[in-house]
């Protein structure tokens, strides 16, 4: 049985693959999240953030059906939200100003982001 390092806590999945969505939710609901989407797209990433009070942590594809998807993380960065990009890309696409977040190279391991992320938003 996982880790129940994400009880109670609310998690936005942010990812247009619908496989590795439906992982990561499975994933973060075995370890005791409350899994907020997944979505697939910004503008839907952007509405789901401005509705919910509350977002402890989330997963962040930073290409979003060619879109990128810096806008949702320049909102969660703004509520203190912490979170991981997941890409295909190498680093250099992702902007200074999102140095400190940890970037998983996609294929992921998806309990590694669920451990990272339990390790941000605490117990």
């Known amino acids: 049985m996982p880790e129940r390092s994400l009880r109670d806590r609310h998690i936005l999945i942010v990812e247009d693959e619908y496989m590795l969505a439906d992982e990561l939710r499975c994933a973060f609901g075995d370890a005791g999240g409350t899994v907020l989407g997944p979505v697939g797209t910004v503008p839907d990433a952007l509405d789901l953030i401005k509705r919910e009070q509350r977002i402890e942590g989330a997963v962040l594809d930073v290409n979003l059906r060619g879109e990128m998807a810096f806008p949702v993380a320049d909102l969660l960065v703004e509520r203190g939200v912490p979170f991981v990009f997941t890409t295909g890309y190498d680093e250099s696409i992702i902007p200074d100003r999102f140095s400190n977040i ?11 982001i669920v451990r990272a992320l339990g390790r941000m938003v605490g117990p």
């Open 102 to 112: 940890l970037r998983c190279e996609k294929p992921i391991a998806v309990d590694g």
